[in-house]
């Protein structure tokens, strides 16, 4: 059997499909706005003034108005009197006398009684602003299909323009869908939300979206799991909007109907994308009227807005932009930034990737690496510096491949600190104060052996380590040895913190020892290799006389303490190795076992560097103290 629509299309194939369709939409009407209410909107004709700026001879500054012939000759040695007849007084922007064609400056003259002392020289229109010298009357001073600035509001008002012409903006609907879905009043009151339930955030982040882009959005109540409601829903709408966007249940889920109801109500155009996050996207025509349905993870949400909804909101007004300039417009991007991978990145061939970046500058090298890249994950969104885009060439990406990235935020990386090595939420409270002191703090947690080598190989500013030498008992003197190479390294104990097993609240498994881990029954979240507590981990075992494989879940590989402990939290681990502070925040029960200094190490290069110096300063903050010493299982070195 024939398809009757294409599946898995590329962006600009989607893209294509969608100009092809929806061509005329949003031109075909017009409408006369006052000139307050039209910021953001898009000129449908050009623009002419009805009246010179300024619409007289204006004074540009303060001072004299006078016949420039009158001052010929003068000179601070030999200057020229006038007397009162010959000069009139004017401020900034008041209207020259009509015998008068120049201005003189207060501080080329002087008054004496009622003479004026006039000390330079001027010629016709000296310091006059002429009729319409910013803008003459008949010329056009805004075109066919330019956005309304405020610059632009400021300029119709001052040329006697009451009204201009606009396309008349898409009327645009977001449709919320899913029995899953909770409303944010409903969320935000329900102290324990219940299992499997989803707050509706989605329609926040479209509508804000949307704002930025100079469009407002409407939004529908939650929609459930139900196709004929669905089906209802959207033939009702397109009677009234341009554009509907419709929220989940793209997929291919035994609840994920909108697939039906658009083949039911109208013609698919495509269903699926060669894009990752936002490969679940469908379009479709309903009554002429675009109807594009968004997946439901938030990052997907995100990708296909920024993919597809803009440039097809773009193409209402305008025509002949590059594809990926409008993604540069939409995601909010003014510069491209070229960088060098810090890690290794791999890529499925043939889909184009949109990646979260984080960046840092160390030794004049750009580095960029990739953060969470989950569909479901938002936090990194919210946390990047930036979007890449990889094309669907790629496959894979070596440590050092060039990368370009399309910069989100403005980021002073002269100022910023990379932090490479052992996760610390103590560590990670640091950010606030550094920046209030001048710095900026950015980290990746990649265990102590790992940031040592980071530091080795110069691909960050510090590292932090609490790495156990089994032979002789102490911490981190043979680690940094090794890494650093004979190079100069600062070395600061932070504090001392407390290692122990976190279990679960109330120890329904009664665990108290190292010794318990070892029960068959039990489920160990475990660290990274190289991480710090890994290593005090792998201690116990030989000190035990212990195989890892008798451990169940040793080669889980958690990044962080918080990562690890929350496994147990969950109930996806009954145990596991980690701080005092982490198991606190958690209220998870805790069995100490040792106590372990944590350090972070400093290449001596690095001690005037802006940020550093800001975190220097920083672990003297008091307030940063406090908040140590509240999250408890920390001991401050004695001075």
Sequence with gaps: MVKKYPEHVSIREAYLILKENFKKLGKSEICEVEIEMSLGQTLASDVLAKRNVPHYPASAMDGYALISSSTTGATRATPIKLQKNQYFWVNTGSNIPLWADSVLMVEDSSLVVEDLLVYKALTPSTNVRPLGEDVIAGQIIARKNDVVTPALISLFICAGIEEITIYKKPKIIFVPTGNEIVSTKDWLSSKTPR?????????????????????????????????????????????????????????????????????????????????KPGRPAIAAKISNKPVICLPGFPMSTAVVLWSLVFPLLNNFYSQGVDLQQLFKIAIGSNETLDAKLLVPYSSQSGIEEWLRVKLAVVENIVYAWVLTSGASVLSSLADADGIALLPSSALEYEKGSDISVWLTRSVDLEKRILFQGSDDPAIQLLATPINERGGEFVSRAVGSMGGLASLGRDECHLAAAHLLNEADGTYNDIFIRRFSNGKKWKRILVFYRTQGIIVQAGNPKNILTIE????????????????????????????HHKNPSEVKGYDQHCTTHMEAANRVFSGLADATLGIKAVADALKLDFIPLAEEPYELVIPEKYLNHIGIIALLKSLEDKEWRKKVEKMGGYRWPEQ
């Excluded at 882009?213 to 009702?236: A, C, F, R, Y």
């Excluded at 994920?256 to 698919?268: A, M």
Aim: proline residues 2%.
């Design 516 to 543: 318990d881990l070892f029960n068959k029954d039990l489920v160990f979240s475990n660290r990274q290799p190289g991480a710090g507590t890994r290593v005090l981990f792998d201690h116990y075992l030989k000190k």
């Design 195 to 275: 299992l499997g339930t989803v707050v509706e955030s989605n329609s926040l982040f479209v509508k804000a979206t949307f704002k930025k882009w100079g469009h407002e959005i409407d939004v529908s109540s939650i929609i459930p799991d139900d196709i004929e409601t669905l089906q209802n829903k959207i033939m009702d709408l397109v009677n009234d909007y341009d554009l509907i966007l419709i929220g989940a249940g793209s997929a291919k889920g035994n609840k994920d109907y909108t697939f039906e109801v658009f083949d039911n109500l109208g013609e698919i155009l495509f269903r699926w994308l060669r894009m």
